[in-house]
């Protein structure tokens, strides 16, 4: 061990006093620790040494021909198209659907969220259903999802409109 790294020198006097002391045994001046200001600076560089550690890695999504991952999100959700007929069942008050879902994008998609909004014989928005089918399309594939229950429909429910609301794009 470095015997230099035991001694400091003393603010007052310019010799070599031990760390551990808090009086210069030579001229009886005090010694200066680390002040408080000195700790939080240190709080504040481990702080952003942790916060940069810990940020999210997004070196896996996928920048194609400088497309941003928003853009890219946006392309495949508008190309994949969704068949649906339903019914209702459970003495009429479960929706249940009857899904084929198509992924004409480029892009493996997953998380697929399906809304079907009813409306009643006059017309009159009544009522909607939101569901997240938890798996992966492949890009230039379907799936179907027969008999999936959609939950709870309003027993006024007359016609439903059904659609892909949302994605989540697969990272390779």
């Not at 310019?14 to 551990?20: F, L, P, Q, R």
Request: charged share 25%; aromatic share 8%.
């Amino acid at each position: 061990m470095n015997s230099e790294s035991l001694f400091t020198k003393c603010g007052s006097c310019s010799k070599d006093v031990s760390k551990s002391a808090k009086v210069c045994p030579n001229c009886g001046s005090k010694l200066k620790k680390l002040s408080i200001i000195h700790w939080v600076g240190i709080a504040i560089v481990c702080l952003l040494v942790v916060s940069v550690i810990n940020a999210p890695d997004t070196s896996n999504v996928k920048e194609v021909d400088n497309i941003s991952p928003k853009s890219i999100k946006e392309t495949a959700l508008n190309e994949i198209a969704l068949k649906y007929s339903w019914s209702k069942e459970g003495f009429g008050s479960i929706m249940e659907a009857d899904l084929f879902i198509k992924n004409n994008s480029d892009y493996d998609v997953k998380d697929i969220e399906v809304e079907c909004n009813h409306y009643a014989k006059s017309g009159t928005k009544i009522d909607s259903n939101n569901r997240t089918i938890y798996e992966i399309i492949k890009s230039k594939s379907s799936k179907k999802y027969p008999n999936y229950n959609m939950g709870f429909i309003h027993e006024q429910a007359y016609t439903s409109n059904c659609f892909i609301k949302n994605i989540g794009l697969v990272n390779h």
